[in-house]
Each structure stands twice: as C-alpha cells, then as structure tokens.
C-alpha cells in the first residue's frame, strides 16, 4: 500500500503512487527516485500500465535503482526496470494455499508447501531461515503456541499513556499494568 504522505509530495501522482520513468526517477526531480509499492512504475510492454506492487518486483527495483544512482553520479548509462512476474502465491489456512507459477496452477497442500519453502527462503539471512524453519516444523507437530492475550481497553490504555522513557527501567512493565496486579481482584466463586 501507498504511504498516504506521497500525496503532500509535489510529484505527480497516480493512483497514489509516485510517478517515476523506467529508470525509476521521478521525472520533474532527476534526483529523486521511487521504488516499491510507492512508486508507479511505468511497463515498457503494456503502455499506460504500471508493474504490479509487490515483493519480488520491489526487491530488484531496489537492484535497479542502486545500479541507476552509481550511473547517475558516474555518468554511466542506466538501466530500464522491467520483469515478467514468476508467480502469485496464497495460503489459504489449514495448511492448503493456492499458487501460479510460470503460468502453472497448483492449489491444496502442495501449494501451501510451496508458499512456505519459497518465503522461507527469501527471509534474508541464515540464523533467521534457521529460526524460522524450527518455528514450523515445531508447528507441524503441537497445537498452536498462544503466547499473549491482550484486552482491549488495556491496550489502549497502554498506548495512550505509555511513554518511551517510561518503559526503561522498569523491564518494560508499565504502571497500568502494576496497579492492576495490585488491585483487589473480584471473584465470580
Ligand atoms: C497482506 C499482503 C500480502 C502480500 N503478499 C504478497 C505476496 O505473496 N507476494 C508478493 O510479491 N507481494 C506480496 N505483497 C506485497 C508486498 O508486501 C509489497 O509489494 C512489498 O512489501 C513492497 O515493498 P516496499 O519496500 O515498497 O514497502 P514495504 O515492505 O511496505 O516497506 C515500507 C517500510 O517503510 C516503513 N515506513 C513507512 N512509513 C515510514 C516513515 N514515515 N518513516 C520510516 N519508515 C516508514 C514501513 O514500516 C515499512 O517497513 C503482499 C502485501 C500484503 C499487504
């Protein structure tokens, strides 16, 4: 999603997102540059569309962009973003998902599977991967790990009177959270 603050830039516009050429340069600022789900990416195939805003697009228009920036200030030729998506993805829940990828659809829990292993390996760095991979297949195995209740009245009492300074020293207990374990509790027995 577009970050609403795009719309206070002076740039133009579309759909929310920033304007940019295939070099992914904003066209009126030369030194400005958008990528991502912010920018509106021009499709040398289809004109007057732009590149889809997802992940496996962001990622190598951040290539993209990185290589036209060292161009720009070496005086190099730049480079025209452009790539075919390989796949769309989704799971379902209940360890099936549905996928489509280089044009071949797959559903149920193969494309879960697919879904997992392909993000699994886009998390960046080992020591995640490693973490990550445990997280799951622990999953495979025991019921679902509920690690924190919240109730909403408490949150939102936590958000509107925590302070950043509140929270150091006191190994991030908040006071609401004291004086309600020091409250007389009522009991319903
Ligand atoms: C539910 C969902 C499912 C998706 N599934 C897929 C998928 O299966 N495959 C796929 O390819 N794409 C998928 N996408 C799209 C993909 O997530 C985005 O296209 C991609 O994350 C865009 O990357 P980005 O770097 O442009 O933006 P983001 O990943 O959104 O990164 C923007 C970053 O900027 C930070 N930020 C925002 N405002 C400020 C500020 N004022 N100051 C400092 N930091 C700020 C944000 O916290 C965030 O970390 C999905 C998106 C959603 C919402």
């Known amino acids: ?14 759909r929310g997102r ?6 992914l340069q904003v066209p009126d600022w030369p030194d400005v540059w958008a990528v991502g789900d912010c920018a509106f990416v021009p499709d040398a195939r289809k004109p007057g ?4 805003p997802t992940a496996q697009h962001a990622i ?6 990185a290589q036209n920036i060292a161009a720009a200030l070496l005086g190099r030729p730049k480079k025209a973003f452009s790539f075919t998506t390989i796949g769309l993805l989704a799971s379902l829940g209940r360890r099936t998902g549905v ?3 280089f044009g071949f659809n797959f559903s149920g829990f193969f494309a879960w599977w697919m ?16 973490r ?4 799951w297949t622990l999953d495979l195995l025991f019921p679902k790990d509920v690690c924190a209740i919240h109730d909403l009245p408490y949150r939102r009492a936590f958000s509107r009177r925590e302070q950043p300074n509140d929270a150091v020293g006191n190994n991030g207990h908040h006071p609401a959270a004291k004086k309600q374990a ?8």
């Not at 603050?5 to 002076?10: A, G, Q, R, V, Y």
């Not at 990550?132 to 997280?135: N, Q």
């Not at 020091?182 to 027995?189: G, K, N």
């Open 99 to 101: 996928a489509r990828v």
């Open 115 to 130: 879904w997992r292993t392909i993000y699994l390996s886009k998390l960046p760095g080992l020591d995640k991967k490693v």
């Open 132 to 135: 990550v991979a445990f997280d």
């Open 182 to 189: 020091a409250a007389p509790t009522t009991s319903s027995r």
């Open 1 to 14: 999603m577009p970050s609403p603050l795009i719309s206070s830039l002076p740039c133009a516009t579309e």
């Open 18 to 23: 920033i304007v940019v050429n295939q070099f």
């Open 60 to 65: 190598r228009e951040g290539k993209v962009v």
């Open 49 to 52: 569309k732009s590149h889809p």
